[in-house]
Nanobody, 133 residues
Framework: QVQLVQSGGGSVQAGGSLRLSCVAS????????MGWFYQAPGKEREGVAT???????RYSDSVKGRFTISKDNNNNTLYLQMNSLKPEDTGMYYC???????????????????????????WGKGSLVTISS
């Protein structure tokens, strides 16, 4: 069983920055793709940033150019650097992992043309981010 332990988050003013971390309990980065989900109050969870085994990254339009996903394979740690934060970024952020490639499909609700479906095998417990105007 893999555990994803999150840290970071907090409260900042609009325009500020935060960094989220997610440490995996075992070395999964070579076999799992990973990503970050965002959940606004009262809304469904949605993928905002993903990183594949080969290090390639993708972002949702809402965070592109402001957020950066990265990973440290040696320390089994996934990061989300969040810059130029906006009040609408307020919510819970969850790290996620799944075996194999194609985590980018999370940005599209976990489904893509041709029948591709991508679930989440493991979730972090979430980090609260609050951005004040």
């Amino acid at each position: 069983q893999v555990q994803l332990v999150q840290s970071g988050g907090g409260s900042v003013q609009a325009g500020g920055s935060l960094r989220l971390s997610c440490v995996a309990s075992t070395d999964i980065f070579s076999r799992y793709c990973m990503g970050w989900f965002y959940q606004a109050p009262g809304k469904e969870r949605e993928g905002v940033a993903t990183i594949e085994n080969d290090g390639s990254t993708r972002y949702s339009d809402s965070v592109k150019g402001r957020f950066t996903i990265s990973k440290d394979n040696n320390n089994n740690t996934l990061y989300l650097q969040m810059n130029s934060l906006k009040p609408e970024d307020t919510g819970m952020y969850y790290c996620a992992a799944d075996l194999g490639p194609n985590c980018w499909a999370w940005l599209y609700g976990g489904r893509w043309r041709g029948g591709l479906e991508k679930s989440v095998a493991y979730w972090g417990k979430g980090s609260l981010v609050t951005i004040s105007s």
